[in-house]
């Protein structure tokens, strides 16, 4: 009886995990191309980077069994656990100290027809952050190139 | 019932091929460098799992190494791109960032899209002589 | 310093042989040795063996990661609603959030679960406050922090003095 339970359970949970994994990959990715600026899409990449990560992981955790390969699969979640946040904050320290302005405030995509036009309003928008940093830190560059 | 489960995994690394795509297209198109880093770092993560789905549905468990693998370089690759464009360099010591502020060991750069490629030929040409 | 090499030590030789899978053949046992004592060799010289190095999980922390577990999905799904809704609405913030931990450990467990939990990120961390980036003007709620940075000092017991008088000089 339980013995010809287990496999079934053990299929459906897989599933439902993997099917949910797939879902927040996926909606990860979508946020990715969506998002306006770098900071608020690094929040789109942590999606994937976490929940989706390891509900992949968990569904082949459970279709693995007690086995070397479930093991090694608990080694990769572990790894993804510890390395995804340390990655994500080397960017964004790395962005914010290289001067990139986050854009602040309430922001709505434009209407569904115009959903082309987005891109460009983003391109528009961040450049003059980075045209600012550019052109404070291009004399200093300048003078220690000429100093040598 | 495991012919259900084989046809779950391959959607499944059919639709992580699909999100792989998707990021492609910001990698290609990314305003920023920063842009190009956060989505470069997302697609290792995707092609850790693609690899570990992939080691389930030809039924080997030595893919899952290659994943371990990967996982790890991946991390440390996010870190190298990293402090390459920060110092221009790979061989600086990450302390000198503390003790000194004002004497950097190379010039900080900036990340402008098009200025990156000229300034890395500029610094690279500056360390030779 | 020698226990946490032990524990290192340990830990190495118990990832070998979860990997490896051979527990009989001779040959790879001792390859699997041999690189053991070379890795905790090489970090003995490099002088960076302490108890950060030697990551200890205890039961406090295995808790901990289920409850950032439960709050990790939480705030994916908002923000999961929040990236799939065709008008996207989202309020981008900058906010300071205090860090009362004293030990490096403490702060950098409270640092990652923030950059853990999507919809919010920490972009510098200062003395006594982090700087983090929400996507969600809702996400920004100092008694959450406040509840989470409680739970992180619990799991890595960490002593929350008020100030980091020690971080200053390490670095």
Do not use: C
Request: glycine fraction near 6%; avoid cysteine.
């Amino acid at each position: 009886m339980i013995a010809e339970f287990l496999p079934v359970a053990q299929m459906l949970i897989a599933s439902v995990l993997m099917l949910a994994g797939v879902f927040f990959v996926i909606a990860g990715a979508i946020g990715v191309i969506r998002l306006p600026d770098f900071y608020t899409r690094m929040h789109a990449a942590g999606v994937t980077d976490t929940l989706g990560a390891e509900l992949i992981i968990f569904g082949l955790i459970v279709q693995a069994g007690i086995s070397q390969t479930s093991l090694k699969l608990v080694f990769i979640a572990f790894f993804l656990f510890l390395t995804s946040p340390t990655a994500t904050h080397a960017v964004v320290g790395a962005a914010w100290q290289s001067g990139l302005k986050p854009k602040l405030g309430k922001y709505k995509a434009p209407a569904p027809g115009e959903a082309k036009a987005k891109p460009k309003t983003k391109s528009k928008a961040t450049p003059p952050a980075k045209s600012k940093t550019k052109s404070k830190r291009k004399s200093p560059v300048k003078t220690t190139r000429t100093k040598k | 019932m495991t012919q259900f489960l084989y046809y779950m995994n391959v959607g499944t690394a059919f639709f992580l091929l699909i999100g792989m795509v998707l990021l492609l297209t910001r990698l290609l198109s990314g305003p920023t460098l920063y842009d190009r880093i956060l989505a470069m770092n997302s697609f290792g993560t995707k092609v850790v799992l693609f690899l570990a789905v992939f080691a389930l549905i030809i039924g080997r468990d030595d893919g899952v190494d290659i994943a371990i693998l990967y996982a790890l370089m991946n991390f440390i690759a996010t870190i190298a791109v990293l402090k390459f464009f920060r110092y221009s360099a790979l061989g600086v010591s990450l302390e000198d960032e503390f003790i000194e502020e004002e004497n950097p060991p190379v010039a900080p750069r900036n990340t402008g899209v098009n200025k990156t490629s000229t300034n890395r030929t500029g610094t690279k040409k500056g360390k030779r002589t | 310093m020698k226990r946490s090499a032990l524990v290192l030590l340990v830990l190495l030789a118990g990832y070998w042989l979860a990997l490896s899978g051979y527990l009989d053949n001779p040959v790879l046992l001792s390859v699997g040795a041999i690189s053991v004592v070379l890795v905790v060799a090489m970090v003995w010289r490099m002088g960076i063996i302490d108890t950060e190095t030697v990551p200890y999980i205890h039961g406090k922390s295995l808790g901990y990661f289920a409850w950032m577990f439960v709050q990790i999905t939480k705030s994916n799904i908002d923000v999961v609603k929040a990236v799939l809704s065709p008008d996207m609405e989202i309020s981008p913030k900058l906010t300071k959030v205090p860090l009362p931990h004293s030990t490096d450990l403490g702060r950098v467990t409270f640092a990652n679960s923030i950059t853990l939990t999507p919809g919010t990120v920490s972009v510098e961390m200062q003395d006594d406050v982090i700087l983090v980036h929400a996507l969600l003007a809702s996400m920004t709620d100092q008694k959450a922090f406040a509840d989470m940075g409680e739970r992180a000092a619990w799991a890595v017991s960490d002593p929350m003095s008020g100030k980091a008088a020690p971080q200053k000089d390490s670095k």
